[in-house]
């Protein structure tokens, strides 16, 4: 790798580098623009080019955005196909590929209307009945509409997957009336009776998959319909901290922990100190969950949801000065 490639800081590629800042490329683009393969695996190796998908790179300061994320796209499928599934959730905005996907590039999901056909190993490729407002053109890459995609991974998923789906479908403006009005035209089809189920339950207001698959562990346990994102007020009426998934009559809640913003020690720290005023001063029941409780394998939080509430609800019930919302 050489070194006049970065910018002055040696933080970013600058603009002495042979390759694009902004726009994604291939392997076979980064050669030919004079990088050799050890430079190219150098540069990724120390983070100055991260992978966006199987066989596409781009330079590590280019932006996440629809346009980079199209273009991406554009470079490995046919402009007859549809993207679909968890890549159209991806281009959509809509962050629920696999968890995997932290540590390698996820399968392309990509359906066929056509003869055409994606023959690439890193390709999910199928047919699906598709009709013409089921796809949309974004930065001109064919993809299933908002709409259609959030039908199809509420069907198709795992449970807990499938209703983080929904939910970031509902959160990007997807109208709820009309998600749950084109349920019927999938009679039949594969999924059908969980979709009917989970777009119920739908919202727009979950911040995150995690909370998602925990508020579907919520209503496992039979507690309702909970209040999310519920404020909780200081002394003088300001709102100051918020509660992910809460029932306010017994002050119960249940808060998912994930790694981007629960890992830190100055983020343990302060969740601590969170939790802790509301419970004191507010006398609210506060379980704290992270993926382990609500995704590994033999995980069941129903048992912990369903005793905690029932704890909150018997320690409500005996009043006390201290028990003010």
């Known amino acids: ?47 100055f080019v991260r992978q966006v998908l199987t066989g596409v790179y781009a330079a590590a300061q280019a932006p996440d955005d629809t346009l980079l994320r199209a273009s991406a796209l554009s470079l490995v499928i046919p402009p007859t196909a549809v993207v679909a599934d968890r890549t159209a959730a991806w281009l959509h905005d809509v962050e629920i590929l696999p968890r995997s996907a932290l540590h ?35 930065h001109g890459v064919r993809v299933t509409t908002a709409l259609r995609t959030a039908l199809d991974l509420g069907r198709l998923l795992w449970r807990f997957d499938a209703l983080a789906a929904i939910d970031g479908f509902l959160r990007i403006g997807v109208p709820h009336e009309l998600l749950i009005a084109e349920i019927g035209r999938f009679r039949g089809y594969r999924g059908v009776v969980q979709l009917r189920y989970l777009a119920r339950l739908g919202v727009g207001r979950a911040e995150s998959p995690g909370e998602s698959a925990l508020r579907l562990h919520w209503y496992d346990a039979g507690l309702g319909r909970p209040e999310l994102q519920f404020w909780i007020h200081s002394d003088n009426g300001v709102p100051i901290y918020r509660l992910d998934i809460a029932d306010p009559d017994v002050r119960y809640a249940a808060e998912y922990n994930g790694l981007e913003f629960h890992s830190e020690a100055a983020d343990v720290t302060y969740d601590e100190d969170r939790l802790g005023w509301i419970q004191d001063n507010r006398a609210w029941s506060i379980d704290p969950f992270t993926k382990d409780d609500v995704y590994a394998r033999g995980a069941d939080p129903v048992p912990r949801l369903q005793a905690g509430h029932a704890e909150a609800r018997r320690s409500v019930s005996l009043w006390t000065p201290r028990h003010r919302r």
């Open 104 to 138: 390698v590039a996820p399968p392309l999901d990509v359906v066929h209307v056509d003869d055409t056909r994606v023959r690439r190993p890193e390709t999910d490729g199928r047919r699906r009945g598709l009709v013409a407002h089921d796809i949309t053109v974004v």
């Open 1 to 47: 790798m050489d070194r006049s490639w970065l910018d002055d800081r040696g933080t970013f590629l600058g603009a002495g580098s042979p390759l694009p800042l902004d726009v994604p490329f291939t392997r076979t683009t980064a050669a030919s623009l004079g990088v050799s393969r050890r430079s190219f695996q150098t540069l990724t190796r120390r983070g």
